[in-house]
T-cell receptor
Framework: KNEVEQSPQNLTAQEGEFITINCSYS?????LHWLQQHPGGGIVSLFM???GKKKHGRLIATINIQEKHSSLHITASHPRDSAVYIC?????????????FGTGTRLTIIP | DTGVSQNPRHKITKRGQNVTFRCDPI?????LYWYRQTLGQGPEFLTY????????KSRLLSDRFSAERPKGSFSTLEIQRTEQGDSAMYLC???????????FGSGTQLSVL
């Protein structure tokens, strides 16, 4: 069983819809990353959070450490948001060499 | 562009050949990581450097793989006697010690025929 589970694996939505991607993990962590990967491979770090909530533009990330769960929300989704979104967790007392990635959620926004 | 740079972007090779990839991290970043990603999966850790020292290697890194960061700046990842199972995206990332935010390159897509 993967230590990091994402749902859904694939998500297709109409432009303008509110999007939620979920991430659950099984180990104690010091931080959680949300990453965006476009076709062609490049990965962009969207958020790194260890508690509460962060917002950047139309993106919102929340984390509940007690429940070992995080969500990434996209408001007013747009076709350019189409990408794979990856959750990755940093186990307690370790650095990025122990970063454990989920398998990603493929998001497609239809105009 | 002052981001993480990887070359080449794509590499097609025949089984048994050697290949070498290069990663240029963000200049002030002293930590450099190599990851491998296969289709439909998240990245998997291969190895990382702090300055020129290679501090950890994953068991995924067989003896056909070697990585160097000779002057603590750019890094190379070499795969000897490539196998079809080596086909993957090889990603490089860098960070500053004490700040775990990662900056990724665009990756090198390796196809072994």
């Amino acid at each position: 069983k993967n230590e990091v589970e994402q749902s859904p694996q694939n998500l297709t939505a109409q432009e303008g819809e509110f999007i939620t991607i979920n991430c659950s993990y099984s180990v104690g962590i010091s931080a959680l990353h949300w990453l965006q990967q476009h076709p062609g491979g490049g990965i962009v770090s969207l958020f790194m959070l260890s508690s509460g909530k962060k917002k950047h533009g139309r993106l919102i990330a929340t984390i509940n450490i007690q429940e070992k769960h995080s969500s990434l929300h996209i408001t007013a989704s747009h076709p350019r948001d189409s990408a794979v979104y990856i959750c990755a967790v940093l186990p307690l007392d370790f650095g990025n060499e122990k970063l454990t990635f989920g398998t990603g959620t493929r998001l497609t926004i239809i105009p | 562009d002052t981001g993480v740079s990887q070359n080449p972007r794509h590499k097609i090779t025949k089984r048994g050949q050697n290949v070498t990839f290069r990663c240029d991290p963000i200049s002030e970043h002293n930590r450099l990581y190599w990851y491998r990603q296969t289709l439909g999966q998240g990245p998997e850790f291969l190895t990382y450097f702090q300055n020129e020292a290679q501090l950890e290697k994953s068991r995924l890194l067989s003896d056909r793989f070697s990585a160097e960061r000779p002057k603590g700046s750019f890094s190379t990842l070499e795969i000897q006697r490539t196998e079809q199972g080596d086909s993957a995206m090889y990603l490089c990332a860098s960070s500053i010690r004490g700040n775990e935010k990662l900056f990724f390159g665009s990756g090198t897509q390796l196809s072994v025929l």
